[in-house]
């Protein structure tokens, strides 16, 4: 590492800041590392060329439309502006730039972390750098438009109902409205609503449900339809969302609401096999209706609590939990149920005894892996039996497990596991970074396709509720150093030297801190708008007590880069130094002139101490103003990335609709032609048929008088002959054929 002056003139400080620029793009956001591109593109090369997007990738056609919104920004501009947006990302980078050998070297680091990690490649990429534009996420619920009630939150700071956490905004959700206390409840995320279901509150089961409105962030109760089979009281179970559909899986029941044993719905404590059953929610969001989903396969997971279910693709991965058997076994074994067929397929049977045999307790010292690895290339690795982990699904075909909670011999864990679903084999992992510790009940989210945001949990080391949140970075197989958490941030700031820049102890904050209501049992929903918009929404858990508490969680654009500190606190920290600054900075000078002058003291030394205060705080509000421009030229080009990225979404979504819908038209086009030619065909057929039959007509008529005109000569000779006799009888006769004919006597 080097370092350069703040005052190298350009361009030699463009080319350090772009060498500190690929350390930063390593954990910016996507919009960063969208504007980091195009400035750098154009401070390199000039104005994009307009060429044609049809045929481009993803990624490519971001780049180039970023690039093609600078338009014709002058070079310097450009580099300048590259400097301002690092400096933002990175303050201070200049005091440790790296050299190409140190890029050169981090960099096989990165391929070597990624070659070692179970995860597949997603994307556009090459085999080891994974693709920084995400591509759709499958775990949360992108909506087109972020909700109002979420968008109003100050991002970086958790917001609880009725408090004010670093100048952000409160959840306006009055405590009186929002569900009962509970945890180990169901919560997903559909649309613009986000559904809690059932739970526990001490000893007792629960059976109701409710909404929350995340446009009005408003609370309403769920009801039963008159003539409906009532929920049971449950807990442990998850809750999912697929297609608009909410589905509810596996957990334990308790009594009290099927009483009629006729009802579909009745004796789920008695089932033998996990439950599933589908919502049918009312379009105000005013009543739920459940039904018992008709599953099918040659065999179904046995009945349990505790269990991690995500969903992947189409499918919902059950791996784990309690059994509710009467030995109450824990279960390491892996289902997977098609939403859409409803037919269970085992992806891995498990094992019914660790593989390590340690049988050691870990209690979250020295951030120990309890993962059950084998040691012998014969032996398959499998997680041990656990309940309460937390699990994510990576692209349409792997399944990612943390933590959880085994046997009483086993603890809480640590690990990381990674199930292949296409070959059903088992990967241990370790990112790099550190550890966070041994934790079970806790909840996880993934956001932007990227970040997996951990949550509350307990062990038996740690009291309920001080555990740390955590964020594992995907794509880059590491653990994120988030910083000191709030009160240590606090702590950092109070301590910090009056010569130190603001940046000093923003860069000590916490970017996810653990929030103040944080136990066991808590559920956590993600909610992500086309546009990069990240909330979390945590709800209920057990520290010590049942807690009702709604708090929610934006990120901040550059996350997981800490956010800076509240205004408020950014100008009581900036009047702490200008007075610390005005009562020690003449000091120096007195000591000067005292050895100078043999001790005497002389008046011109206040003076010039006033005149170096006066002249720092100039140069402090001119270097603050600049910051206030860019930081606003900044925003500015942030929102175009974004209304870029908004766009191209759309067209894309357009474009897909448009295949499909050619498509279709052509397949009904042939099925049409096929439909008219078969229809011809069957039209000349029966036109011959009908001229062949009209020819068989013709010559039976033709035959008919034929044999009429014989009948008549033979009637006509017969008379001749006996004309005589009939003379002599007066009785008028009837021809003997004609009689023989008509059958006369």
Known sequence: MASISPATPYPDKYHAATRAGRVVERTASDETKLL????????????????????????????????????????????????KLIDEERPEWWKSVPSEADLAREDAEVEARSARSPLKPRGNKSSHHRSW???????????????????????????????????????????SESPPARYQH?????????????????????????????????????????????????????????????????????????????????????????????????????TIEWKLAPCTGPDA??????????????????????????????????????VKTLRWRCVHAGSSRPRDGSGKKNKGGDNAYSADVTTTQSEEVVPRARCEHVACAWGDDQLIVHGGAGASS??????????????????????????????????????????????????????????????????????????????????????????????DSSSSRCAFPTPAVCGEGMSACVVESASGDAALIAFGGYDGATRRDVQAFRFPDAFPAAPPPSPAKKKEKKEKKAAGTAGTSSAPLERATSLDAGGAKTQSDSSTSASTSASTSSATDALASD???????????????????AQHTALANALEQTERDRARAVADRDATAKSLAASRTAAAAATAALDEARGEIAAAAGERDALRARVE???????????????????????WFASLLLGDD
């Open 186 to 286: 169901g919560a997903c995320v559909a649309g613009t609503k986000m559904f809690i279901v059932g739970g526990s509150r001490g000893s007792r089961f629960l059976a109701d449900a409710h909404v929350l409105d995340l446009k009005t962030l408003e609370w309403s109760a769920l009801h039963t339809p008159s003539g409906a089979d009532p929920l049971p009281a449950c807990a442990g179970h998850r809750l999912l969302s697929h297609e608009g559909e909410i589905y509810l899986v596996g957990g334990a029941f308790g009594g009290g609401g099927w009483l009629e044993p006729k009802r579909s719905l009745s004796d789920l404590r008695d089932r033998e096999s996990v439950v599933v059953l589908r919502a049918d929610v009312d379009a105000n969001a005013r």
């Open 713 to 735: 000569a033979l009637e006509r000779r017969v008379r001749d002959l006996g004309g005589e006799e009939e003379e002599e009888d007066k009785t008028p006769k009837k021809g």
């Open 36 to 83: 980091l591109y195009a400035l750098r593109s154009q401070a390199t090369s000039g104005p994009c060329v307009i060429q044609s997007k049809w045929g481009m990738e993803n990624e490519a056609r971001a780049k180039y439309e970023t690039w093609c919104n600078l338009g014709k920004m002058e070079t310097f501009e450009a580099m300048r502006l590259y400097v």
């Open 627 to 645: 910051n206030l421009r860019l930081r606003g030229e900044n925003a500015r080009l942030r929102d175009d990335a974004r209304r870029v990225l």
């Open 301 to 338: 997971p046995s009945a349990r609590r505790g269990m991690s279910v995500t969903r992947v693709g189409d499918e919902f991965v059950l791996f784990g939990g309690e059994d509710r058997g009467r030995d109450r076994s824990y279960k390491n074994d892996a289902w997977a149920l098609h």
């Open 410 to 503: 086993a603890g809480c864990f640590d690990d990381v596991f990674v199930l292949d679903l296409a070959t059903s084999k088992w990967a241990a992992w370790r990112p790099a970074g550190p550890t966070p510790a041994p934790r079970a009940g806790h909840a996880a989210v993934v956001i932007r396709d990227r970040y997996w945001c951990v949550i509350g949990g307990g062990n038996d080391a740690t009291s309920v509720g001080e555990l740390r949140s955590a964020a594992l970075d995907l794509r880059e197989s590491r653990w994120v150093d988030l910083g000191a958490d709030a009160d240590a941030a606090d702590e950092s700031d109070a301590a910090t030297s009056d010569d130190a820049d603001e940046s």
């Open 133 to 175: 534009l995400a591509p759709p996420s499958r775990l949360g619920s992108i909506l087109s438009e972020y909700p109002a009630g979420l968008a109003a939150l100050a991002p970086g700071r958790w917001a609880t109902p009725g408090h004010r956490h670093g100048g952000g905004t409160a959840v306006s959700v009055a405590v």
